[in-house]
């Protein structure tokens, strides 16, 4: 499916600062569930890229005196592929279940099911990013 996206972020200040500095994190990346064909981002200054410890494109915004109020949009079109990355209607994503070393259960908790046993009645559970 193919989605064009607009996304503005507005700021409006009782007294305008004498400095701004924001660190936007808006722009997709291409990968396997989307290829993002066009992107932009609309700003009162110039943006310097970079990329995050994580791999995302980043930019940030830098203003002497910027007004009481900023405006900054970032649009684009996207195009995803259906089934991919899409959270499950009623379930958590599986990478959310996966034991890692940090998640498994020590002896204390094996040893005690009925102590840590979920509730008779659980509350369902979207997935997890809460």
Excluded: K
Excluded at 55 to 74: F, K, T
């Amino acid at each position: 499916m193919r989605v064009r996206i607009r996304h503005r972020t507005s700021y409006d200040y009782a007294r305008a600062p004498r400095r701004v500095v924001q660190h936007l994190r808006l722009t997709p990346a291409s990968g396997p569930q989307q290829t993002v064909h066009d992107w932009r981002i609309e700003a009162p200054g110039a943006l310097a890229p970079s990329t995050d410890g994580f791999g995302n494109s980043c930019h940030e915004l830098r203003l002497d005196r910027p007004g009481r109020s900023l405006r900054i949009v970032a649009a684009g079109t996207v195009e995803t592929r259906a089934g991919d990355g899409l959270r499950p209607v009623g379930g958590p994503l599986p990478d959310c279940l996966a034991e890692t070393p940090l998640t498994a259960a020590d002896e204390r908790v094996r040893a005690s099911p009925r102590r840590f046993a979920p509730p008779s009645r659980a509350i369902p559970w979207t997935g997890c990013d809460a």
